[in-house]
């Protein structure tokens, strides 16, 4: 079975994450849309685009979003399975959230790493 396929989005909180976003957007480039984030699309190796993206977002610092890792950080990882990659890894052992999320972005589901971290699964819907 495949488990993580790419990165879907890199997630982290900030003090200030408007001034935060801001400096990004300076010194870095990033384009840093209304929502607090960016999108970067993928592509082949022609460097046409194949419909993959990976989200750069900041959000508030104290926001239960993390919860309950305590990181200041979730990274969010591209599955193509996202049921049978979650049956998996309570089968090994680790700490699976219980809750999951079916939206219109995706299926999305958590794991808790060895280092109390907050993981997300993200299994895109199809075509994307």
């Known amino acids: 079975m495949k488990r993580v396929t790419g990165i879907g989005g890199i997630f982290f ?3 200030d994450p408007a001034a935060l976003r801001a400096w990004y957007a300076r010194h870095l480039g990033v384009d840093v849309q209304d929502w607090g984030g960016a999108a970067f699309t993928w592509s082949d190796e022609a460097r046409q685009p194949d419909g ?13 979003h993390f919860a309950p ?3 200041s950080f979730m990274i969010n990882y591209r599955v193509a399975d996202l049921a049978a990659l979650l049956q998996a890894l309570r089968d090994e052992g680790c700490q699976v959230l219980d809750q999951t999320d079916d939206a219109e972005f995706g299926k999305f ?3 808790i790493d060895p280092e109390g971290n907050k993981v997300e ?7 994307r």
Request: proline share 7%.
């Open 13 to 15: 909180h900030a003090q």
């Open 52 to 64: 993959g993206v990976t989200i750069w977002s900041i959000g508030q610092a104290g926001s239960e």
């Open 69 to 71: 890792g305590k990181a």
């Open 109 to 111: 589901g958590w794991v």
């Open 121 to 127: 699964l993200w299994e895109p819907p199809a075509g």
